[in-house]
């Protein structure tokens, strides 16, 4: 088992940048595929981006693609998401996740989570 906490999130005005943390702790890190999803208000959780255990492979929902990059320092066990040029469009909680399997872009693939974390961008 796995205990995820994200970090990081706050206000920020559309155009500026933030960097999101997952901090991990139980079973060995590496064990386990990375995700981030992101919640608005009134809608589905939708996927966001997804790291393989090595950091080598990753991939991005269409609408963040180019402007966020999903990163993890196995020897901190820590996954990270830059977000840059934020839009009031990417306003969310944003939720890490972890998986024994393969990556993957459903949420229910998905065995651990965090808590999240609330990111709001400003118009």
């Known amino acids: 088992q796995v205990q995820l906490v994200e970090s990081g999130g706050g206000l920020v005005q559309a155009g500026g940048s933030l960097r999101l943390s997952c901090a991990a702790s139980?079973?060995?890190?590496?064990?386990?595929?990375m995700a981030w999803f992101r919640q608005a208000p009134g809608k589905e959780r939708e996927f966001v981006a997804v790291?393989?255990?090595?950091?080598?492979?990753?991939n991005y929902a269409d609408s963040v693609k180019g402007r966020f990059t999903i990163s993890r320092e196995n020897a901190k066990n820590t996954m990270y998401l830059q977000m840059n040029t934020l839009k009031p469009e990417d306003t969310a909680v944003y939720y890490c996740?972890?998986?024994?399997?393969?990556?993957?872009?459903?949420?229910?693939?998905?065995?651990?989570w965090g808590q999240g974390t609330q990111v709001t961008v400003s118009s």
């Open positions: 139980g079973r060995t890190f590496t064990l386990y595929t």
């Open positions: 790291i393989d255990w090595s950091g080598s492979n990753t």
């Open positions: 996740a972890a998986t024994g399997g393969s990556p993957s872009s459903s949420k229910d693939w998905y065995n651990y």
